[in-house]
């Protein structure tokens, strides 16, 4: 794990849902906090458990001090600086509208628009943007040693690449083009028909959603250039030879066929590929599973199934983490073992930054 970062600023943890990229993450920038840096972990929907013993707050949106006491009771001297945030899309998209509104006035406007309240947590892909946005927020204002982005549960890690791109195509799409010229949909919307609609609309539901409309068009039609670079610069930090992304898996095949898809379509967006985590590996049961001479026949055979199951799922597993060092070019390949218990707390999370910066796997 040390060489795989070395020199690096970023490092963005993908992958498939439920493969470990949250507790990947968070034991990572634990254990780098650790060798001394200042290190910043930028959660996105944490677990309830892994959040409490991380001391995330709900509402934060900006990184905390990760109290080292929390750790040294379990072993682990925080030498550096452990900082940690738990990800609101919302408010890192009203934060985004802050920076770019020309005018406070607008900026009201905009934050106050129902259409936009909807838009800023409803765009596809608006979770990924923000992350990212955030992460570039922590690299411009923080001086931090290393920023560990964790990615959101999306059932495609794809979606997470090419989010900044989806996001500027909104805002420079025909929906919003539509708006702002002056004979487009806009003008339209007063004509006859839809005037009538949309007055019965806001008689029945109080809501003035034509006004809404053309305010929030009016207002973030100013915005579109200064957002559009913005997310520019966002997912050029994707790029940056100082970003890496570490791929995290499970041992199964359906995990392992999206790494493999994912880590191409890394190469071909030309964002720096790091190295593999496979995550949650069995172990094979020893040789030396010798049971004792009382055990009655009975459950001796049981156990003996049991051990059996076991081996041939390590087995398959083990096919599959060769079968991904061959698609992947014999990547660095970090393995963590499935562990007993809960991982959720300090102490399991002590237990997998073991395993990831083990010399040589486990
Ligand atoms: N090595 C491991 N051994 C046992 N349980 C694990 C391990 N890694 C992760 N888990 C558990 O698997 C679940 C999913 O992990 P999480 O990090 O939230 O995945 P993701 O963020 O990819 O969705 C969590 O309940 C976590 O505690
Ligand atoms: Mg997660």
Known sequence: MLELLEGRRIVVC???????????AAALAMGMAERGLKVAVVTIDPAKRLADSLGLEELGNEPRLVDP???????????GELWALMLDAKRTFDALIERLAPNPATRDEVLANRIYQQLS?????????????????????GDYDLLVLDTPPSRNALDFLD????????????AIK??????????????????????????????????????FFRALG????????RARRVGALLEDPATTFLIVTAPRHDPAEEAIFFHRKLAAASMPFGGLVVNRLHDAP?????LPDELDADLAARV??????????????????????????????????????????????????????????W
């Open 286 to 290: 020893g040789p030396d599973g010798a």
């Open 121 to 141: 947590s409803a765009v596809a892909g608006s979770q990924e943007f923000t992350a990212i946005a955030k992460l570039y927020e922590l690299d411009q204002e």
């Open 178 to 215: 539509m708006f702002l010229r002056p004979a487009g949909l806009g003008g339209r919307l007063l004509g006859r028909g839809t005037g009538v609609v949309f007055g019965l609309m806001e008689r029945l539901t109080g809501v003035d959603l034509l006004h809404d409309l053309s305010v």
């Open 304 to 361: 003996a199934t049991a051990a059996h199951e076991v081996e041939a799922l390590a087995e398959r597993e083990a096919a599959t983490v060769e079968r991904l060092r061959a698609r992947l070019g014999d990547p660095p390949m970090i393995l963590v073992p499935e562990l007993d218990g809960d991982v959720h707390d300090v102490e399991g999370l002590a237990r997998v930054r073991e395993h990831l910066f083990a010399p040589t796997g």
């Open 163 to 174: 989010a900044p791109a989806r996001l500027t195509g909104f805002f420079q799409g025909r």
């Open 222 to 229: 100013g915005m579109i250039d200064g957002f559009t670079e």
């Open 69 to 79: 006491e929390r750790f040294g009771s379990h072993g682990v001297e925080i030498r």
């Open 14 to 24: 993908a992958g498939s849902g439920g493969v470990g990229k949250t507790t990947t």
